[in-house]
């Protein structure tokens, strides 16, 4: 089996700002789609929502001095808000059950993880 990564972006703006009943619709949409996983085969390994990326941390290295900067690593309008990791036999499959989720999510990304 392929362990692949389903990486998430968002608007932090747009979630801070969404009713409880969106986030229960979101929320119901994600409960879907891990059922969805299940009953074709595939087994969510892993991922989290996670925090707003205003809280961020971005670390670099700067010659041997460590630099941490608080926000994230790109100013972008989206951000990385969540992640699965799925294990899968069908990476076509998954491709279809993710779609499902991009439905709501927009543009969904998929990557072997290595």
Sequence with gaps: MTEYAVLIPG?????????D???????DRHNAFAAML???????????ELTASATAKTVRLDGERTLVTDGPYAETTEQLTGFYTVQSDDLDDLLECVAFLAGEEGALEVRACV
């Design 11 to 19: 608007d932090d703006a747009a979630w801070a700002a969404a009713t």
């Design 21 to 27: 009943e969106q986030k229960r619709v979101m929320y």
């Design 38 to 48: 299940a009953e074709r085969g595939h087994k969510i390994t892993g991922g989290a």
